[in-house]
């Protein structure tokens, strides 16, 4: 049948009933739709060829998880070593070693380098690389400052919202370092110290002081080891049982006093006046 008379067929058909026409005009636009050779129509065909399926979608979500999860694992381990002072102060970290270490790209160490640099606990210098943190005295002095700022604020507010949980926590905690104490395990104490402060921030529930504290108890923690201030008596553990107790009775100014006390101690521990003795160079290079 040509065209012409499939012209006059539709119009034979549309002069039966006035709601004939749309359907005759649905089959001659149907009578000019490809052939499909029997075989209906794909609704997929109607897709673009790039767009990505569901399960496409699934595995791009989960590769980012991974990639998310390994920059955290990367940042942790590196983190942990610096606050147990298996890093010191000062030491190179060298991207190409680092991510054959943990068998990454060097991207991803720049990206874990550069997290940590925003906290401080890293310095970046141009056409040098990244080092650990290396406070000056002047540093030191404004890092104490500011804790004792911070942290009876800290301790007010965790008072304010405490539950047994949070103060199960705590004791959990003390409990932990008062065993590596025992086994005289310096670095866990060194670490486990400085996270009690860090928690007892997090448990506070104030998100910006809880930052500010992960960064003030690493910077501190470094300070100890460049100062030369002795572990036992920089952060003493029956000084955070005191603490501990004082918020568990819920007497904020007792708690904060003896907060102060503590980062008074910690802060004397430390040989931070500038040296003032000639040095005799004739001797060091004789």
């Known amino acids: ?5 499939d012209d006059h067929a539709l119009e ?8 004939l026409p749309t359907i005759a005009r649905h089959i001659g636009c149907a009578h000019r739709l490809p052939r499909t050779h029997g075989r209906p129509p794909d609704p997929l065909a ?9 399960s496409a979608r699934k595995s791009a979500s989960q590769a980012r998880l991974e990639r998310e999860n390994t920059h955290d694992e990367i940042y942790e381990k590196i983190f942990v070593a610096i606050l147990e002072h298996r890093l010191h102060p000062g030491t190179k970290l060298v991207e190409e070693r680092l991510a054959e270490i943990f068998d990454v790209s060097r991207a991803r160490i720049r990206e874990v380098l550069a997290r940590l640099a925003h906290e401080q606990v890293v310095e970046l210098f141009p056409q040098r690389g990244a080092y650990v943190a290396k406070p000056t005295i002047e540093q030191a ?4 400052e500011a804790r004792r700022l911070i942290e009876p604020a800290v301790i007010r507010r965790l ?7 949070k103060l199960a926590r705590l004791r959990q905690h003390q409990e932990l370092e008062m065993d590596a104490r025992r086994r005289d395990d310096k ?18 529930g104030n998100s910006a002081l809880a930052r500010s504290m992960r960064e ?13 201030a002795p572990t036992t008596t920089s952060c003493r553990a029956d000084e955070h049982s005191q603490i501990i107790e004082a918020i568990a009775r819920r007497d904020a100014p007792r708690a904060e006093r003896l907060m102060l006390e503590h980062l008074e101690h910690i802060e004397s521990s430390m040989k931070l006046e500038p040296a003032t003795e000639e040095v005799d160079l004739a001797a060091i290079f004789s």
């Open 1 to 5: 049948m040509d065209r012409d008379a």
């Open 12 to 19: 034979a058909l549309g002069s039966l009933s006035p709601a």
């Open 46 to 54: 109607t897709l673009q060829p790039d767009m990505p399926t569901r």
């Open 141 to 144: 002095l404004d890092v104490f």
């Open 159 to 165: 008072i304010e919202t405490l539950t047994p949980e």
């Open 187 to 204: 670095r866990a104490v060194i670490r486990l110290s400085g996270e009690f402060h860090s928690l007892a921030a997090e448990l506070a």
């Open 216 to 228: 003030l108890s690493v910077l501190t923690c470094l300070m100890i080891f460049l100062y030369d």
